[in-house]
């Protein structure tokens, strides 16, 4: 007899069938996430690049191999769904701007979020990346600039842990703001470390 899905797994099959914005979307819809009920960290980056859309997989770029470092996580674990869901604010790959990649589509939190996010009741830990990610999980808690705001962790922490990108377009921020590898890399393993279920 055939196990009938769960309200989440139907949620990610619905996702992963999304065609909202197809026609914004250069390389086409491919949308890329991971989540299970179980999962206790959350981690919400802004959207997928072109190496994770040809992937699948999240976070499968340099990007990714400095976020693991920082969350002290090897790929075994990190890719655990049961243990992590990957939600990104955009599921799929936006295209470029003038700027590096162009802001992650709105319609994909707008119609998404909402409706994925109760599925995910164990959640201890978001890891929130970016603006946008901040914009959302933060609101009006937010500094003025992404610097003032993951430089203000303490006051979000426990449950939230703003993040700058950990894309290698990032290396001068990392070296003008020694006070992030210092303390707060540290505070987010212990966190890490303290809500997530045994393997």
């Known amino acids: 007899m055939t196990r009938k899905a769960g309200p989440l797994e139907q949620m990610l099959a619905e996702i992963r069938a999304c065609r909202i914005c197809e026609a914004h979307l250069p390389l086409g819809p491919r949308p890329v996430l991971r989540a299970a009920e179980t999962a206790t960290v959350l981690i919400a ?10 992937s699948g997989v999240p976070w499968d770029d340099a990007s990714g ?3 693991r470092q920082w969350l002290g996580l ?16 955009g599921f799929c790959y936006p295209g470029r701007g003038s700027s ?11 119609t998404w979020h909402p409706k994925l ?3 995910l009741p164990n959640l201890q830990l978001i890891v929130a990346i970016g ?7 933060l609101g009006d808690a937010r500094k003025a600039t992404l610097t003032d705001t993951v430089r203000a962790w303490r006051e979000y922490a426990p449950r939230v842990f703003p993040l700058v990108h950990p894309s290698p377009r990032n290396m001068g921020w990392f ?11 540290p505070a987010l393993r ?3 470390r303290s809500v997530l279920p045994a393997g």
């Open 100 to 110: 590096g990649d162009k802001p992650p589509r709105p319609e994909c939190r707008d």
């Open 175 to 185: 070296k003008h703001n020694p006070w992030f590898e210092a303390e707060v890399v």
């Open 45 to 54: 980056g802004q959207a997928p690049g072109t190496l994770v859309h040809g």
């Open 65 to 67: 191999a400095r976020l």
């Open 117 to 119: 996010l109760p599925l």
């Open 131 to 137: 603006q946008y990610a901040q914009a959302y999980y």
């Open 190 to 192: 212990e966190r890490v």
């Open 74 to 89: 090897d790929k075994a674990n990190f890719y655990d769904e049961r243990r992590i869901a990957i939600v990104p604010m």
